[in-house]
């Protein structure tokens, strides 16, 4: 256990930098006259300018300074309001505030019971392990309300967490017990990416993250020899440093051309039939698809050439460049983001098999490998502080993407892993941590599902689109106003994050909100447990510094922690898990599978019976082709300047816009089409709705496709219409709400299509940041 500290400042008081960390970084910072300051941790090779979002943050006008309560809701009551999202806000007292809400929770669980609430949360709103929201409202609805219903999965990996189950086992086993990046730097050969691995993506965890080591690591591998190829259509998805191939494709057909990598592989007989014997069951099933004696079609490179837009040589080629060599496949996060988003994760375990590459050191499959920072790294070997959440009494649940089915169907019944299922008719909807205007599609009816609750509740520290839906704004801290404990199961430094600033206007922390009301619901012990927020810090210490003394290493107690400036844990060896054992010897370690071996034809979800997911990989056509109406396909990815949708308003974020507004990406060819220069402002739209944004012009994007990421806070230019154009570029006002399949329902807001033209108006104001 080696120490990392933070620096001192050479020119002033030891104190002045205190130690923090967050989602995109560990750093230290101080706050002197007005002004932040914030310094990346030493240690990080690769700082992330997200960190730099902070200064314009934390006091900006965007914050929210004292509890509001929604004018119809206050004069009225609760119920269904179409006025949410159109009202004005009153400011009340915290008292006001707490009392009328405790009473409208007694209300509701007295009435409907518990499962009539829905607790929503991301679990994004801090890196602190005690503050974090959704294991904080989480605790509060199930000790002082009985319970609540709850979500499942997650919109980045909804397909695929479903999926990979029946098919590979444990998910952390083949995300986070796999594949490391130091395999990758001193073994992998050809490194095959699918949707690629961007940086902006792979510089992010939840619990923070100190080292920052996915550019270093490629840059390691290209030296040694290894070759990268990136399949998709934006070539930004892999950095400059891995040198690498780019297949420009078609965006969602990666199943497609996997099938006819496959087939050149079998028809050449380039595939590893000794692996698939003693590792894998189905694949004399599966086969018969593949070669056409199932459908008449074979799934060669000619078939998959116009599907792909990917010429047939190069496909055939790059399969005979996989033979003999330590290949690792690996699939994005993106590619399970859209409809039938469960079959390139399966048929990427195909593909991995087929080369017989699974279990070996930088080979086999790499499912999500940068998608996000904590994947690709070495496991702590000491518990993590956690706080506990109680226990849930109502079983209920729905995927977390179906939030606006559940809302307008009440009662109605969907499939979902092989059951049927019936949405709840819920009252009262409970929001902390995460910002549904931004994960969500569809924004528009999103909207009408918010509507039909009696009461929207939302803490805040600023104001989103979502907290000017709710009926209830509770203004939280930020996490550079409180202190709490830093870290991640998969990165080693532990952090006592220090407050910097002091709360901004009336803002609290989400434990003295739900303290208060637990108190009005005569919960208040069973939620504190009578713990101080210090108190609790030293408690969720504990368990960490008695696995340090188990192990024989230094264990500082809690004081000495929390005066410090953190330290590394110790780390498990790098032995690849689970699959490395599996590799080795299938009987004496098999899978968590139905059948202990890798499912290329799983009987469990073939019995299911859903055409849209099938009992093997399989192509099942383009789910929203582009048209007359919408001739472009349209990439809705994650942000590079900011977490989602997190500080939008911060100064990192605010740089990369132009005039204000979020910035689109389309091929020059696609632009003098419609006479857009590079610059302008555009108008995105489809049959969903319509949002502005500047454009730039590139040659690394596939002609046909407009890229415009996810993160722009929800921006109408009338609240009042039906389908108002968002005037800063939230893309969710033209994506699809609906579910990858009956299986899995995740999300689908990776892909949609629309048209695109030059817009020439007046340009309406920006008032997203505007205070209520």
């Known amino acids: 256990m080696s120490s990392t500290l933070f620096p001192r400042d050479p020119a002033g008081p030891e104190a002045e930098f205190v130690p923090h960390t967050s989602h995109w970084g560990a750093f230290s ?65 915290w008292e006001k505030a707490l009392d009328l809400l405790g009473g409208e929770l007694a209300r509701v669980r ?97 619990g ?3 080292r920052h080591v996915e550019r270093g690591a490629m840059a390691r591998a290209r030296a040694r020899g290894c070759g990268f190829v990136l399949v998709g259509p934006l070539r930004a998805d892999l950095p400059d440093e891995a040198g690498a191939e780019w297949i420009s494709s078609i965006p969602g057909t990666d199943t497609a051309l996997m099938l006819a990598l496959v087939h050149t592989l079998v028809t050449e007989g ?35 050439a116009p599907l792909t ?34 079959q390139p994760v399966w048929m990427g375990a195909v593909l991995a098999s087929a080369l017989g590459q699974i279990g070996l050191p930088g080979g086999g499959f790499g499912y999500a490998l940068g998608a996000i920072a904590y994947y690709g790294r070495r496991t702590n070997a000491v518990p993590m502080p956690t706080l506990p959440q109680g226990r849930n009494r109502i079983r209920d649940f729905i995927p977390v993407a179906r939030i606006a089915d559940m809302l307008l169907n009440p009662g109605g019944a969907y499939r979902y892993n092989g059951g049927t299922r019936t949405y709840p008719d819920i009252r009262l909807v409970y929001w902390a941590g995460g910002n549904p205007f931004h994960h969500h599609q ?54 006592p994050m220090r407050p910097v600033a002091e709360p901004f206007g009336e803002a609290r922390d989400d434990y003295a909100i739900f303290t208060d009301l637990a108190e009005r619901l005569g919960r208040r012990e069973a939620f504190t447990e009578g713990r101080s927020v210090r108190q609790w810090l030293e408690h969720l210490y504990a368990p960490t510094r008695a696995g ?9 107690d809690f004081e000495t922690f929390w005066a410090g400036n953190g330290f590394d844990l110790p780390q498990q060896p790098d032995d690849g898990g689970r699959l490395r054992a599996f590799k080795a010897d299938p009987d004496k370690a098999p899978l968590p599978t139905p059948s202990g071996r890798i499912e290329i034809f799983s009987e469990t979800i073939a019995s299911f019976g859903e055409a849209s997911c099938p009992g093997h990989a399989a192509w099942l056509g383009p789910a929203n082709p582009p048209s007359a109406q919408a001739p472009l396909h349209l990439v809705a990815n994650q942000p590079a300047t900011r977490l989602h949708s997190q500080l939008d308003f911060g100064g990192h974020s605010a740089e990369a816009k132009h005039r204000g507004r979020e910035v689109a990406r389309m091929h020059p060819a696609d632009a003098a089409a419609r006479g857009i220069a590079d610059g302008d402002i555009i108008r995105l739209f489809n049959e969903r709705g319509a949002c502005l944004a500047g454009v730039r012009l590139t040659g690394d994007i596939r002609q046909g496709v407009v890229q415009l990421p996810t993160g722009a806070w929800y921006d109408p230019a009338d609240p009042a219409d039906e389908k108002p154009l968002c005037v800063h570029g939230n893309p969710n006002v033209l994506t699809r709400d609906e579910g990858t399949s009956n299986l899995a329902q995740g999300c689908t807001g990776q892909l949609t299509t629309v048209e695109v033209e030059r817009f020439n108006g007046n340009l309406p104001p920006i008032r997203a940041f505007d205070p209520l």
């Open 29 to 93: 910072a101080r706050w002197m006259e007005g002004q932040l300051e914030v310094r990346p941790h030493p240690v990080d090779p690769d700082p992330n300018g997200i960190l730099q979002n902070f200064p314009a943050a934390l006091r900006h006008r965007a914050r929210v300074a004292r509890p509001m309560i929604r004018r119809g809701w206050l004069e009225q009551g609760p119920g269904p309001d179409p006025r949410r999202g159109r009202d004005e806000y009153v400011p009340v007292s």
């Open 110 to 206: 007295d009435s409907y019971g518990p499962g009539a609430v829905f607790g929503g949360s991301y679990g994004w709103s801090s890196a602190g392990r005690f503050h974090h929201a959704q294991s904080q409202v989480h605790r509060f609805l199930n000790t002082a309300m009985g319970g609540y219903v709850r979500s499942v999965n997650s919109y980045s990996s909804g397909a695929s967490s479903v999926l990979v189950p029946h098919i590979v086992g444990d998910y952390e086993d083949l995300t986070k017990r796999n594949v490391t990046w130091e395999q990758v730097a001193e073994h992998s050969e050809i490194v095959l990416a699918f949707g690629g691995m961007a940086l902006k993506n792979s510089m992010i965890a939840g």
């Open 208 to 210: 923070g993250i100190s």
């Open 270 to 304: 380039l595939h590893d039939q000794a692996f698939l014997d003693r590792h894998t069951v189905g694949w004399a099933t599966f086969e018969r698809y593949l070669l056409g004696e199932s459908d008449n079609q074979p799934k060669d490179a000619a078939w998959a």
């Open 309 to 342: 837009g990917v010429p047939a040589e190069t496909i055939v080629g790059l399969a005979r460049r996989l033979h003999g060599k330590r290949v690792l496949v690996v699939v994005s996060h993106s590619l399970q983001r859209a409809r039938f988003g469960e």
């Open 442 to 495: 569809d924004l528009d009816r999103l909207r009408q599902a918010f509507a039909r609750v009696d009461t929207l509740v939302v803490h805040e520290l600023g104001v989103t689109a979502t907290a000017r839906h709710a009926d209830f704004i509770l203004p939280c801290t930020m996490t550079l106003e409180r202190e709490d404990i830093g870290g991640n199961s998969n990165d080693p430094l532990l952090v």
């Open 548 to 556: 340090l003394e188990e192990q024989g290493l230094p264990a500082p």
